[in-house]
Every structure is written in structure tokens, then in C-alpha cells.
């Protein structure tokens, strides 16, 4: 049965726990098993990065959903809230009802029927709070507040607060976080710029100049 960007995302998570295995090295082996679509790939890889750069902050959310702790949740079922989760915090034109549903699917499928009735009982409760009613992460310090936030270790927020203070500290982990922006430099012998731009733009793709670089 073919495996959606979803299911490849959940396999690659699975490895990486299981095996101890390099991110890259664990998602790439899949994607080349699963042979998915550029599309759902590009999905598959946005899913499994994404939940990686928030794990803390996933946890975070499915401990204030859960009366049971993370740390006693079968692993598998735990990975699958995490994939929902991201989904439903960071990918919001991703409908609710389809990252609930296929969550649930894949708790039948990777665990039991008990565990697909779990995975829907939290995520349902977290999508009627969502976007605004989500709870405020907290912490008895900043840093504890900051390392669940942005999920970077708490040695490493230390070394930031000490070097930049704690505003600075979280400008640099947010910036941390932020989707990469992809830049590109022109073949001048063959175009320029501003006409690579605009074929760009019409194909729908959200393009602009370098705010210091010409080409």
C-alpha cells in the first residue's frame, strides 16, 4: 500500500529514535524506498524537520492536552501527536480536520484502536483551542521558558542570555527557527535578475531581489 508524505515523515521520525540515525541519512532512505512525488516529498521533509526544530515545544503542547505523561506514551504514539501537532501550530493552511484524521490513522496502524481513540481525544481538544486560546508556554526561568519555546537546549539559551541578554537571546533563537529562505545567484551570460524574477513570478513562485546582492 503506498505511503503518503505523512506516513514517509512518521517512518523517517521512527528511524531516527530507533537507530539513533542521522536526520538527512534517516529521511532521505525513506523517501527513496517510499519513491514519493516531488510534492508530497517536499511535504514528507517539511513534517519531519519541522517536528525536529519543535520537539520541545510539541511536547510541550501534548503534556497540556494529556493527563498521561509523554514519557509513558508508546514511543510510536508519541512521535504520531508530535507530527500532528506541528501541523496543527505551524501549518495552518494544512485543514485541522485532515491532520486529526490521519494522525488517528496512523495511531490504528503503527499501535491499536486504544491508541488512535488517544491520539483523537488530545488533538481534538488542542484544535478548538487553536490558534489564540493555545496555553502560554512558561518557565521558573527565562531560560526554561526560552529552551521550550524555540526547543534549543538549555546550555546552549544559557550562552546566549550570558552573551546578549535574554530579548537578544530570544531574537537569536527565533531567528534560529525561521524557515530558510532560498537565494539564488543569476548565470549573467545567459539572463539577468529582474527577467529571472519575473519568469519566476509567473510560475507563481514568490521571488524578489536581493536586498544587497544585484545578482
Avoid at 483551542?129 to 526561568?141: F, S
Amino acid at each position: 500500500m503506498p505511503v503518503n508524505a505523512r506516513e514517509a515523515a512518521l517512518k523517517a521520525l521512527i528511524r531516527v529514535r530507533r537507530n539513533g540515525a542521522w536526520s538527512d541519512a534517516a529521511l532521505n532512505s525513506v523517501l527513496i524506498k517510499e519513491n514519493l512525488d516531488e510534492r508530497d516529498a517536499a511535504l514528507s521533509a517539511r513534517l519531519f524537520y519541522g517536528v525536529g526544530q519543535n520537539l520541545a515545544l510539541c511536547d510541550y503542547y501534548i503534556s497540556a492536552f494529556s493527563s498521561v505523561k509523554t514519557a509513558k506514551m508508546e514511543p510510536q504514539v508519541l512521535d504520531i501527536l508530535r507530527l500532528c501537532v506541528y501541523q496543527l501550530v505551524f501549518m495552518s493552511k494544512i485543514p485541522v480536520n485532515a491532520a486529526v484524521n490521519e494522525g488517528v490513522e496512523l495511531a490504528k496502524k503503527y499501535s491499536n484502536p486504544r491508541a488512535a481513540g488517544f491520539v483523537n481525544a488530545i488533538l481534538r481538544k488542542m484544535a478548538v483551542k487553536l490558534p489564540e486560546q493555545l496555553p502560554a508556554v512558561t518557565g521558573a526561568t527565562p531560560r526554561e521558558r526560552l529552551s521550550v519555546q524555540y526547543s534549543h537546549p538549555a546550555w546552549l539559551v544559557d550562552a546566549f542570555i550570558e552573551r546578549l541578554g535574554e530579548e537578544g537571546a530570544e531574537a537569536l533563537l527565533k531567528a534560529n527557527n525561521a524557515e530558510a529562505v532560498m537565494t539564488a545567484r543569476v548565470n549573467t551570460l545567459k539572463t539577468d535578475a529582474r527577467t529571472l524574477i519575473s519568469s519566476l513570478q509567473k510560475e507563481q513562485a514568490d521571488a524578489s531581489m536581493h536586498s544587497w546582492l544585484p545578482d
